[in-house]
């Protein structure tokens, strides 16, 4: 009889996790401020058997944060790094090098958006001149109620719609003096490779790979219906460039050092960027991150970028000190 075939979904989580555990065994990097990600040598692929069989009641959360308290696993906020340890282990157990307790829960299928619950928001209108309405109030998005609410106006009034997250990010709600809602915007992990960025800034892969997350992409940036003030997206943009990195700072423990977003062409014209200073430096190529093709198949979009840094380049080619 023919061997059954697995289906294409799993071949290709199945890619994805055997990639990942071959990127954790080529090397262990030393970051900043001492965060480092262990390798899966031999004999810590024995001490997880270990833990595992020594501890039948724990479930993959508790076994993740117990080996990261172990190796010292964290990030440079100082919290542990069990999120990724997680990502190790899956990787070792689809290999066939250990076997994991069963998940607790089943997450969204790779890739799903998030399911947004949507409100009923203020979009009164707020017109007239900019100085009438500075100065501006900025809020970090923080806690259930409010990011539910950055979502939904996210979900309902953004052509691109919100998805979720994945890795560090930053969220603003923008006020006006008086507190009236204004915009939001959303910052996120930065694409993991864009060959007019990567050229801009003379990376190689490898040190793309290292300082990627010294860079972070606006990737939502929405005036709320009914708000038409001239000059108020530069001014905002202008505004969280003075402060982001403090603030990532403050969430994750180090700063970034340059901002990029992606401007749909025939759809905008990235007046306020370039209004606020930022650079354009290419198109991109229309395949998206996960083609496998060399046709373009999503729309074309401006790049820009804003450096944080005078010597961005240097922090961002040489984020290893």
Not at 102 to 126: C, E, F, N
Not at 271 to 286: E, I
Not at 292 to 321: A, M, N, W
């Amino acid at each position: 009889m023919r061997k059954k075939s697995r289906s294409y979904g799993s071949f290709f989580v199945g890619r994805y996790l055997e990639k990942k555990l071959d990127s954790i065994n080529l090397v262990c990097y030393t970051l900043v401020m001492g965060s480092i990600r262990p390798a899966m040598t031999p004999e810590r692929i024995e001490q997880i058997k270990n833990l595992i069989k020594e501890n039948p009641d724990w479930h993959r959360t508790k076994l993740s944060q117990e080996l990261c308290k172990i190796w010292d696993w964290k990030g440079e906020n100082g919290q542990i790094k069990d999120v990724s340890c997680r990502d190790v282990l899956r990787a070792l157990d689809y290999a066939g090098k250990i076997k994991l307790p069963k998940k607790l829960r089943y997450g969204r299928s790779k890739g799903g958006a998030d399911q947004v619950a949507l409100m009923r928001h203020d979009i009164t209108p707020v017109e007239g001149r900019l100085s009438e309405l500075t100065p501006l109030v900025i809020e970090v998005v923080t806690g259930k109620d409010k990011l539910m609410e950055f979502k939904s106006y996210i979900a309902q009034y953004h052509y691109l719609g919100y998805d979720r997250n994945i890795g560090e990010n930053l969220k603003y709600f923008i006020y006006d003096r008086v507190r009236r809602p204004l915009c939001c915007l959303m910052f996120g992990s930065a694409s993991w490779s864009c060959a007019a960025r990567d050229t801009y800034i003379d990376w190689n892969s490898v040190q793309r790979k290292l300082a990627l997350k010294y860079t972070t992409n606006n990737s939502r940036f929405l005036i709320y219906p009914g708000v038409h003030v001239s000059h108020l997206a530069s001014h905002v943009l202008s505004l969280i460039c003075r402060r982001i990195s403090s603030d990532w700072i403050e969430k994750y423990g180090h700063p970034v050092y340059m901002l990029e977003t992606y401007v749909e062409c025939g759809r905008f014209r990235g007046t306020c960027y370039k209004a606020a200073n930022w650079r354009y430096v290419g198109q991109t190529s229309g395949r998206g991150r996960n083609s496998k093709t060399s046709v373009g198949e999503l729309p074309i979009k401006d790049i820009y970028v804003y450096p944080l840094h005078k010597r961005f380049r240097d922090k961002l080619k040489e984020p290893i000190i």
